[in-house]
């Protein structure tokens, strides 16, 4: 079994030697080939070991995981990130379905985490997630933003401003495109509506999360209805009806 070249860049001593300690245990698939304390040296080591494989603190003095991708260049390797829980860090990463980890590490999750790089290594766009995350933060408008949907074969990248409307469907969640494709995601509409809503989408039912762009007419009720262009119809629940009418 070919190993996964990889270092790590963790500015807490303590957490390297956490992290160092679980890989040499639980991930044989796993060569550290070296250590870095911050956004510089980080580079540097990426420069000389040329990694499969990035361990990624977020947060480090001097600068962050997104500062040190940005300045990488070319990204040639898959990132794990490392965060103690951050609300916008972890949007940005759901956003691109990226691999991440929340401090204190669970080793059952650095299992999981380390064995999906390791499955999906030698697949041409194997460090495709860090690159949409990496074009994303350099996006000012966000509507102009990708995200990864991760699909029963794989995953599929999808610009948001030609997502129309998400619709809830038990524990999946149906997307509807503006070029008339549907799409079945095996993730919750909950877990979309923390990620879209400040994309101007808004949850206006229980079942429906709509992209505000696409509204052209609204139909007045208890709730009343949507009408989304390519002809979409969604009901509006009474208890979010004064806020969609507030974004207007």
């Given at each position: 079994m070919k190993k996964l070249k990889?270092?790590?860049?963790?500015?807490?001593?303590?957490?390297?030697?956490?992290?160092?300690?679980?890989?040499?245990?639980?991930?044989?698939e796993v060569e550290l080939m070296?250590?870095?304390?911050?956004?510089?040296?980080?580079?540097?080591a990426?420069?000389?070991?040329?990694?499969?494989?990035?361990?990624?603190?977020?947060?480090?003095?001097?600068?962050?995981?997104?500062?040190?991708?940005?300045?990488?260049?070319?990204?040639?390797?898959?990132?794990?990130?490392?965060?103690?829980?951050?609300?916008?860090?972890?949007?940005?990463?759901n956003f691109s379905a990226s691999y991440y980890l929340l401090k204190p590490i669970d080793i059952?999750?650095?299992?999981?985490?380390?064995?999906?790089?390791?499955?999906?290594?030698?697949?041409?766009?194997h460090s495709l997630h860090?690159?949409?995350?990496?074009?994303?933060?350099?996006?000012?408008?966000?509507?102009?933003?990708k995200v990864v949907l991760p699909v029963i074969d794989g995953f599929e990248v999808v610009p948001v401003n030609e997502i129309v409307r998400c619709q809830a469907d038990g524990n999946f969640t149906r997307f509807y495109l503006k070029n008339g494709q549907k799409k079945m995601?095996?993730?919750?509409?909950?877990?979309?509506?923390?990620?879209?809503?400040?994309?101007?989408?808004?949850r206006v039912h229980k079942s429906h999360l709509v992209n505000l762009q696409y509204v052209k007419q609204y139909k007045r009720g208890k709730g009343g209805q949507l009408i989304l262009e390519g002809g979409h119809t969604v009901d509006v629940s009474p208890t979010k009806k004064a806020e969609l009418l507030g974004r207007f």
């Open positions: 990889a270092i790590i860049v963790e500015d807490e001593a303590a957490s390297r030697e956490t992290l160092r300690n679980y890989l040499e245990k639980y991930c044989p070296g250590e870095a304390d911050a956004v510089a040296s980080g580079l540097a990426i420069k000389t070991h040329q990694p499969d494989l990035v361990f990624l603190d977020v947060e480090m003095p001097f600068g962050n995981a997104f500062d040190l991708l940005e300045q990488v260049g070319e990204v040639t390797f898959e990132t794990i990130f490392v965060t103690a829980f951050s609300h916008y860090a972890v949007k940005a990463l059952d999750e650095l299992i999981a985490a380390v064995q999906k790089v390791h499955a999906s290594h030698n697949q041409e766009d860090t690159r949409i995350l990496i074009d994303n933060l350099r996006t000012a408008n966000l509507q102009h933003q995601i095996c993730r919750t509409l909950k877990f979309y509506e923390e990620i879209l809503s400040e994309l101007d989408f808004l």
